[in-house]
């Protein structure tokens, strides 16, 4: 044992049936939630990013963190005796098909530390191939891993359940990719990264046992989830029954909901909704070719393999939601035995959707926030969703960038002259894209809008210094821009991760302007509008 290093634990693999081969080879795999497999060794151990205060908090000491075992551990090259490293084992549906048996390609976990009195899982991705590897090399690369540790970073700053990243390395190795998808491929660097979450479970670690009739899987899996995801569902129950199971399948359901409207309030399109890449605990997992809202378009989706049918767009994630869950409900379906309850759970998922988007949009608006959301007057809900549902038709009606608005509209004074048309033009000319296309018939759409908005607000008890800072915490001033993440890339690809770790930094205060970050704060430029990487991308990683 390493005493510089915090105790990894075994709490995965102690509750649940384990592969018996332990040949790292590529198969199929029956009645087990997960095989031992031990990382690839890599060529070096060269951390780019460590997030010191989740270091700190998982029981990582300074000296720790600067310690070559440190280094080792999270690019897999430290694996003391006691680590049971292993991969886990599911399925899913990949848009809209059944998948069969995926698993952990390229990701392997080293156990639990003990966060705050609560184990989370550290799991390497990128760490070498695993019998759920198919075809592939069990590798990733730099740029698919730095958009992973931004990413998870920017949405947990944003208040967004996610997993997060404790690490990002280089390995020293390269591999080929063809990430254009044109028959151009070439090598890349590799890397890893270290991510943190109560559980790694997905949609499709449920339905897995369950397509192939293992029931007595199916049982333990839900119940593991149940135990160590959901204390609070068996606080008072004698032993774990059918009523557990379905006030679990309604906490699913609430947390996706919840999830959802918080990616709609900031403008995230995850990019690749299959059932493998849901988390059961709600939170955002594997980031692949997602996107950024620059433009305020529902219609718009970053992935490139998904152009065509666009399933996986931006207006479409919350009905994506439910599509998904209605596949957890069916793989959960021989623990129940009766559709009836499934499909009230099912249907509340609209309803609780809805609750939370409008609760979620009259902070956006600073109309209400959230308790006097609760006591609002029921005659004001009709009004406050139109109102919002009316605001989306505007902000699609011209190019106009999504995060900009909204830290404008915040700006703007609640008495000013709304039906002023150059006061207006001039207040959001910094939101659109096009200046050419805001026009007479535009802005009076514009100015319509606001003078109901003004009308709203006077229905409010908020004070106006009090509304402004409900609106900036509900509405952020950076996101991780497409184009953003994807200028970090090219430098890092040349050697310079400085700017890799300034918006890790930036992103740290996503609400709060940054003086001296005021250069990002910017709207896309021309120059990204259909440049790879920061209009789509290809799922290749
Ligand atoms: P993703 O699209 O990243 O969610 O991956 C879908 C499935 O493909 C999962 O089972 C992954 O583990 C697997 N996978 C993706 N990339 C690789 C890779 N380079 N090597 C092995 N498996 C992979
Ligand atoms: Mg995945």
């Not at 390609?105 to 198919?134: E, M």
């Not at 333990?220 to 199971?245: C, G, M, W």
């Not at 049918?309 to 035995?337: C, H, M, S």
Request: glycine share 6%; net charge negative.
């Amino acid at each position: 044992m390493n005493s510089l290093l915090p105790p990894l634990h075994n709490i995965f693999v102690s509750q649940l049936p384990a592969d018996p081969n332990t040949v790292n080879n590529s198969r199929s795999i029956e009645h087990a939630a997960y095989s031992l497999v031990a990382p690839t060794p890599t060529k070096t151990s060269t951390i780019i990013c460590c997030n010191n205060e989740l270091a700190s908090q998982l029981g990582f000491t300074e000296a720790a963190l600067t310690s070559l075992a440190f280094a080792e551990l999270i690019t897999g090259n430290n694996i003391q005796p006691e680590i049971q490293s292993y991969a886990m084992n599911y399925g899913g549906h990949q848009f809209g098909q059944w998948a069969g048996q995926l698993g952990d390609g390229r990701a392997i976990n080293l156990g639990q530390y003990l966060l705050n009195d609560k184990y989370v899982t550290l799991q390497l991705k990128g760490a070498g191939q695993t019998p759920y590897s198919r075809h592939a090399d069990g590798m990733a690369v730099l740029r698919s891993s730095i958009r992973e540790y931004l990413c998870s970073e920017a949405m947990y700053h944003l208040g967004i359940p996610t997993t997060r990243a404790l690490t990002l390395s280089l390995t020293g190795e390269e591999v080929i990719r063809d990430k254009l998808y044109d028959g151009q491929a070439a090598y890349e660097p590799c890397a890893i990264v270290a991510r943190v979450s109560p559980s790694f479970l997905r949609f499709g670690s449920i339905q897995l046992p369950s397509s192939r009739g293992d029931i007595s899987l199916l049982k333990q899996t839900v119940e593991y989830s149940i135990r160590n995801d959901f204390p609070e569902l068996i606080e008072n129950a004698e032993h774990i029954d059918k009523s557990v199971y379905l006030n679990w399948f309604n906490r699913i359901c609430e947390r996706t909901a919840y999830l959802i409207v918080e990616w709609m309030r900031v403008g995230f399109v995850h990019g690749v909704l299959n059932t493998d890449n849901m988390s059961l605990i709600g939170e955002t997992i594997d980031y692949g070719p997602y996107g950024w809202i620059d433009n305020f378009d529902l219609n718009w989706t970053p992935n490139t393999s998904d152009a065509a049918e666009k399933r996986y767009r931006f207006g479409q994630q919350a009905y994506i939601g439910q599509w998904n869950l209605f596949q957890l409900a069916n793989a959960i379906y021989p623990l129940i035995d009766e559709a009836k309850p499934l499909q009230d759970i099912l249907n509340n998922y609209n309803q609780v959707y809805q609750q939370q988007w409008l609760t979620m949009m009259r902070s956006k608006l600073g109309i209400s926030n959230a308790t006097e959301c609760k006591e609002q007057h029921s005659h004001l809900t009709e009004t406050d969703l139109s109102l919002c549902q009316d605001l989306e038709k505007i902000l699609s009606l011209v190019s106009t960038d999504m995060t900009l608005f909204y830290r404008s509209l915040a700006k703007l004074d609640g008495e000013v002259d709304v039906t002023n048309y150059a006061t207006l033009n001039s207040h959001f000319s910094e939101c659109f894209y096009d200046k050419n296309t805001v026009d007479s018939i535009y802005l009076s759409k514009l100015s319509e809008w606001l003078l109901r908005y003004q009308q709203r607000l006077t229905l409010s008890d908020m004070t106006k210094s009090y509304r402004v800072q409900l609106m900036n915490a509900t509405n952020p001033c950076y996101i991780l821009r497409n184009f953003q993440v994807q200028e970090a890339i090219e430098l890092a690809e040349s050697g310079d991760f400085s700017r890799v770790l300034l918006l890790a930094e930036l992103l740290k205060k996503p609400y709060q302007q940054q003086t001296k970050y005021q250069q990002f704060e910017i709207k896309r430029p021309d120059w990204a509008t259909n440049k790879f990487g920061c209009s789509a991308l290809s799922c290749s990683s």
